[in-house]
């Protein structure tokens, strides 16, 4: 695969960068804005790694411009919003995905087809835990509110992910308990849906200094 293009729109210093990134990957061309990078016609489709709470502009950007995109998760900062993305892509006819990289691992698409063929009996119960060391720094778009950061939209949307994806069904959440940080964005969460699944445990582990 060649990376035609590259673009860096929201940083101070998105010219610098684009260009590095360019010459690091040997794209053909730099661009400071993501206009300008959408209408560039060797551009088929577009992967979208900007935060969290840029990922409906820049995507609503490609697709008027009939650009196919995949986008970094989460898809977008609330329901609403992943709902005009999703409805603008369908409109203008193109591929929109959002890049759960974790399930095209074989051993995943291994676990879903043993569900499937019903040879490790009937789920009652899924279970998961997911969290790394950061820094608290909430500047950074990890636990920055005006970024989309916080554990649930950073980490917990892997385990949303696999629970839809394993079972193949939309579970409700009936109980969350978390630590909401500055910001309002949380540092730890849980969560259980409303049938027997008790699924999600995410967290951001504080790092001693």
């Known amino acids: 695969m060649t990376i035609e293009a ?5 940083l101070p210093n998105r010219k610098e960068r684009a260009q590095w990134f360019a010459h690091q990957f040997n794209a053909r061309v ?4 993501y206009e300008d990078l ?5 551009v088929d489709i577009v992967y979208i790694a900007v935060t969290n709470n840029l990922h409906k502009e820049v995507a609503l950007t490609m697709f008027a411009h009939k650009k196919h995109v995949l986008c970094e998760k989460p898809t977008a900062m609330n329901y609403t919003e992943a709902q005009e993305m999703t409805q603008a892509a369908r409109e203008a006819g193109v591929f929109f995905a959002t ?3 974790n399930s095209a691992f074989p051993v995943v698409r291994y676990v879903r ?12 119960q899924i279970s998961g835990d997911m969290g790394f060391q950061t820094v608290r720094n909430y500047a950074d778009r990890w636990l920055n509110g005006k970024m989309g950061g ?10 949303f992910q696999y629970l839809v994806m394993l ?20 540092e ?12 999600m445990n995410t967290r951001r582990r504080r790092r001693r200094r």
């Open 6 to 10: 590259v673009a860096a729109g929201s």
């Open 30 to 33: 730099s661009y400071t804005s």
């Open 38 to 42: 959408a209408k560039d016609p060797n």
């Open 99 to 101: 890049n759960f990289w």
């Open 113 to 124: 087809n043993a569900i499937r063929q019903g040879a490790i009996g009937n789920i009652v």
């Open 150 to 159: 916080g554990s649930t939209m950073d980490m917990g949307c892997y385990l």
């Open 167 to 186: 079972t193949e069904e939309q579970q409700s959440v009936e109980e969350a308990t978390g630590m909401m940080a500055k910001q309002q964005r949380d």
């Open 188 to 199: 730890f969460a849980a969560a259980a849906s409303s049938s027997s699944f008790r699924w």
